[in-house]
């Protein structure tokens, strides 16, 4: 059995995150590395390995089982549709695409090649999620019936790309992604979203509130850029409550009240930076020949998508590439 071997597109920091989580997961290499930036590729590789590529192009044609995508997110959709045609399985960052319409693309193109397609999701996959999994199933609380959950970046300089319409820009695809993950993980797809907020001076969603409800429940969602908010996340349900602390989208501390008075701490470390526990996961789905994960499945891709979509429209934010 080869370790299998992985292509990287974009260099960035989240690039380096993965890189080293890769090295935590025994059966996957660094192969090949791509960035528009040759100098800085030709550097991350001389730091994580791989063969430097002069194009794209010359990455797909280099043998390889998955590619990871992290570049900005215009780049999702295009560079995981030429992947997947070229028969590469892709583990993309999020958001999967800037649209649902865009990601239905690329799904359909996952399709008709019976390629492997996966958003980089990462909570999911923290120790910290199988562990509550697991505490839920002995000790039930009952069905999560409300999401309260945020995600607030203070201090993000004017410059950052964040801000750009051009880049998909904006608090919601950006880090709004987390909070719509959550609310779909526990309640399943939004049927009715109302979102408000502030478009910032670049034009972009720098505050966006987002009420939803579910067959199931209810949640309440926020993301700001520029903001100080909370990291804390509550799961509330008829029997008892979690909180998943802070920083809850990189998991490792939840408490688990019951009404009686017991309260619960589980405590689940990272190791490996934190993107190790999603790459492996896709290892193990290449393994096994599957071409969907069961916990990050298309479905909830999609769900997250529509939800952002339906935000991003009540708050007017068109981006110029959608014109
Ligand atoms: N899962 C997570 O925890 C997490 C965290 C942060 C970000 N992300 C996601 O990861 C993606 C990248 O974020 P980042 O923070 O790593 O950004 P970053 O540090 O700015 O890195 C972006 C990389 O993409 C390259 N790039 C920029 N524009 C490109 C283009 N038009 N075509 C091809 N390559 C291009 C850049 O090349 P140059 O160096 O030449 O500019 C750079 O290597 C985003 O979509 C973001 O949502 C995920």
């Known amino acids: 059995m080869h370790p299998l071997r992985f292509g990287i597109i974009g260099t960035g920091s989240i690039a380096r995150r993965f890189a080293h989580g890769l090295r935590h997961v025994p059966d996957a290499a660094l192969a090949a590395v791509w960035n528009r930036t040759p100098g800085k590729a030709q550097a991350f590789a001389d730091e994580f390995g791989g063969v430097v590529c002069a194009s794209f192009d010359a990455l797909l044609a280099q043998p390889l089982d998955a590619v990871y995508i992290a570049t900005p997110h215009p780049g999702h959709a295009p560079y995981s549709v030429a992947a997947l045609e070229a028969g590469k399985a892709v583990l993309c960052e999020k958001p999967a695409a800037t649209s649902q319409a865009e990601l239905e693309r690329v799904l359909a193109v996952a399709a008709a090649h019976g390629v492997l397609f996966m958003e980089a999701m990462k909570p999911p996959f923290y120790p910290l999620f199988a562990q509550l999994d697991d505490h839920l199933r002995r000790d039930p609380i009952g069905p999560i019936t409300l999401v309260r959950a945020g995600f607030a970046s203070p201090g993000v300089p ?8 051009a880049q998909a820009g904006g608090a919601l695809l950006d880090i709004g992604v987390y909070a719509a993950f959550l609310a779909v993980h526990w309640l399943g797809p939004a049927q009715t979203v109302a979102a408000l907020g502030r478009l910032g001076p670049s034009g972009v969603d720098t505050l966006a509130v987002v009420n939803t409800s579910h067959a199931q429940g209810c949640a309440q969602l926020y993301c700001g850029l520029g903001l100080s908010g909370s990291g804390e996340a509550l799961l509330a349900a008829p029997g008892g409550h979690v909180l998943i602390h802070e920083k809850w989208w990189n998991p490792e501390r939840a408490t688990i009240r019951y009404p009686d008075g ?18 492996a996961h896709f290892c193990g789905l290449l393994r096994a020949g599957l071409r969907e994960s069961p916990v990050m499945d298309h479905a909830k891709s999609r769900a997250m998508l529509a939800l952002l979509d339906a935000a991003r429209a009540q708050l007017g934010l068109v981006y110029p590439f959608e014109r």
């Open 262 to 279: 017991r309260t619960v701490l589980i405590e689940a470390p990272a190791v490996g930076g934190g993107l190790n526990y999603e790459a």
């Open 158 to 165: 004017a410059t950052h790309a964040v801000y750009d319409p």
